[in-house]
């Protein structure tokens, strides 16, 4: 049953004011809009909370984490139903990140119970040491307070309500207030049922999870300045992340604001590669592409190929796959609108067309340019992402004007090398720019989806992340809303339980 309200410190709040949903099929709900007055309120009941959840034992932190998990697949097929309705997405999608965020959740419960993740380091005292004694030291990880995550449009689960960043903060102690996504509103009250429900069964402090619906955007601007918050997870636009990323640097206090923003994700097939493989990798590249309409912020959206017949057999399979697909559903028409406005764009710029479709309402065609690596260079708007199932080709003269290429690619959530034997000589020249692009660099393969594990990193220089040294995907995930404390010369009894336990 939806309520439409927000759920704060541990109530079913209404509010003053309602927005509709905006689903791609059933019926529209109504939702709270939320309010500065709500943020209050949550933060407030998050720094509370703190007192209590910041010194819980990784025992309880962890079985709360459990706890979630399983109220979510409690409800597991009234989120699918909902998930559907809202996003458009199939019902064999949202049932997998459904999975996902599980998965998350009691990796991160089997993470903390490990404690590796605390760092914990010792130096003994050493009285008699000349010509100054050194005292006893420790140190270890610890919480860093009330985090503020934002729910991802392309991800009603995994990067959402109970996604992620949510999952990272309170395996690492922090509460979390959830400013919730206005493309899926029922899909995350359902998982903030399920999170409501474990912190009774837990006996967990009301405070340490809240969810504000969207609908106003002075909630987003009063969650990222409430001096309660201490950090803050996003994954969304570069214009929007940008806009906020600002407001935390101008703080009395700035806070780190932990920005996923997406990326091109290019892909460099190399000319062994293109040679013995070119009709696969066109068919592969076109499947990556499409996939959920191309909707995953690990999209590969440029190729980068040597200008010869090799290429035209590979742009060959890649058009006739991609001329086969059917339309797909957006997830929201603001989605559908920009994706039009994209590709209108290239239509205008030196790139050529492809395959040229024309999309309509809230359904979305898959597009492909291609342009030469020179006019790629001399026009940084054809550098620039555009969301949904579009692909460039860009066509490099000689594999040296490939690294150049690679030189001037922003700052890349992946970049991915097709390669066989005989490219290895000329991928020695062009791993070194690639890592200093990306945050994940794959070979033979396509990057769209993440694995959730321990090596896992999902960020990478700006604009791809605001925070290079960190990821929003994996156990490493964690260490954002952590930081360092020493304790010198502390008395045993006194130090933290995960120091002395």
Known sequence: MLTGQHFIA???????????????????????????????????????????????????????????????????????????QESGLPAARLQG???RTVGQLRLFATHILS?????????????????LPRPEMHMVQRPIGPVAVFGASNFPLAFSTAGGDTAAALAAGCPVVVKGHSAHPGTGEIVAQAIAAAIKTCNMPDGVFSLIQGGNRQVGQAIVQHPFIKAVGFTGSLAGGRALFDLCAARPEPIPFFGELGSVNPMFVMPEALKNRGEELGKGWAASLTMGAGQFCTNPGIAIVLDNEDAKTMMAAASSALENTP?????????????????????????????HTKSEGRTALANLFTVSGQAWLDNPSLHQEVF?????????QSTEQMVELARHLEGQLTCTIQLDDGDHEACQKLLPVLERKAGRLLANGFPTGVEVNDTMVHGGPYPAST??????????????????????NIPTALLPKDLVG
């Open 10 to 84: 541990g109530k079913w709040v209404s509010g003053d004011k309602t927005f509709s949903s905006e689903p791609s099929t059933g019926p529209s709900h109504e939702f709270a809009v939320g309010r500065v007055s709500d943020v209050e309120a949550a933060a407030q009941a998050a720094e509370a909370a703190f007192d209590v959840y910041g010194y819980s034992s990784r025992e309880d932190r962890a079985a709360f984490l459990n706890a979630i998990a399983d109220e979510i697949d409690a409800r597991g097929d009234a989120i699918t139903e909902i998930g559907v």
């Open 97 to 99: 990140e459904r999975g």
């Open 115 to 131: 404690g590796e993740y605390l760092d914990r380091r010792f130096d003994e005292a050493l009285p008699e040491r000349a010509p």
């Open 327 to 355: 339309a797909q559903t957006m997830l929201t028409d603001g989605i559908a609108d920009a994706y039009r406005s994209g590709i209108a764009a290239f239509a205008e710029s030196p790139a050529t067309s492809l395959v």
């Open 388 to 396: 949904g199932p579009m692909g460039l080709v860009v066509l490099a």
């Open 467 to 488: 925070n290079f040294g960190a990821t929003s995907v994996g156990t490493l995930s964690i260490r954002r809303f952590l930081r360092p404390v020493c304790y010198q």
